[in-house]
C-alpha cells in the first residue's frame, strides 16, 4: 500500500505509507503543518498493488488554516 500526498500541480509532497498491509481497516492521521504546506488544495493518493491487478483512488482534500 502506498498513500501519497500531492499538490495541485500533481508534485508529491510526502509518501505517508509505503508497505504492506494485512487485509483490514486502518485510520491515518495527516497533520499538515508538520509538513510546511500552506492553505491549499493538495490530493490524498492511495495504491494498492495486488497479485491480479492494482487499485488506485485519490480524494481532493482542502487545507483551510
Known sequence: VEITIMNSMGDMVTKL??????????????????YGLSTGVYYCRMLVQGENSDYTEAIRVVYMK
Not at 17 to 34: C, M, R, V, W
Open 17 to 34: 505509507i509505503d508497505a504492506p498491509q494485512e487485509t483490514g481497516k486502518y485510520n491515518l492521521t495527516f497533520n499538515p503543518s508538520t
